[in-house]
């Protein structure tokens, strides 16, 4: 069993930044494929980014490609989300999941642990 809690959430202006993390409990999540998502109000849940169990490989969702960055700290069961360059478009409730796979999977179907969420709101 794994447990999941995302922090770091909050409001910010469009063109800030923020940094969420997310601190694992229970079993190791050394060996699992770790990602975001996010869900705003009325919209299905979405894919952000994914990381690789080593780090070594990453995926992104086009819309924020080239201003979110994830990575993870294995030593620290933490994974954290760098976002750059925030847009009002990026408002939404992040969620944290972890995933047994080997693929970096867009879908969130394939993730069998996932934390409670944490809000981002970007004002314009």
């Known amino acids: 069993q794994v447990q999941l809690v995302e922090s770091g959430g909050g409001l910010m202006q469009a063109g800030g930044s923020l940094r969420l993390s997310c601190a694992a409990s229970?079993?190791?999540?050394?060996?699992?494929?770790m990602g975001w998502f996010r869900q705003a109000p009325g919209k299905e849940r979405e894919f952000v980014a994914a990381?690789?169990?080593?780090?070594?490989?990453?995926r992104y969702a086009d819309s924020v490609k080239g201003r979110f960055t994830i990575s993870r700290d294995n030593a620290k069961k933490t994974v954290y989300l760098q976002m750059n360059s925030l847009k009002p478009e990026d408002t939404a409730v992040y969620y944290c999941?972890?995933?047994?796979?080997?693929?970096?999977?867009?879908?969130?179907?394939?993730?069998?642990?996932w934390g409670q969420g944490t809000q981002v709101t970007v004002s314009s």
């Open positions: 999941a972890a995933d047994s796979g080997i693929q970096l999977d867009t879908t969130p179907r394939m993730y069998r642990y």
């Open positions: 229970g079993r190791t999540i050394s060996s699992y494929v």
């Open positions: 990381i690789s169990w080593s780090g070594g490989t990453t």
